[in-house]
């Protein structure tokens, strides 16, 4: 199952995150917010926990 990890406040920077993710080996998603102009970024279930161990060194 897909789990909103992150959302980004534009494409760009979700684009980004899912480009660094797919370079580590880990599917990921993006989708428009349905709360105007924000994108969802969306990772398998079983993998969340080494996500954001990766997430957190690209949002710094």
């Not at 897909?2 to 920077?13: D, R």
């Not at 797919?22 to 994108?39: P, T």
Request: charged share 25%; proline share 3%; glycine share 4%.
């Amino acid at each position: 199952m897909w789990t909103v990890i992150y959302i980004a406040p534009s494409m760009k920077m979700a684009e980004k995150i899912q480009h660094r993710l797919a370079d580590e080996g880990f599917l990921c998603k993006v989708r428009q917010s349905q709360h105007g102009k924000q994108f969802e970024i969306l990772v398998p279930e079983a993998e969340i926990e080494e996500i954001r161990e990766i997430l957190s060194s690209i949002l710094q």
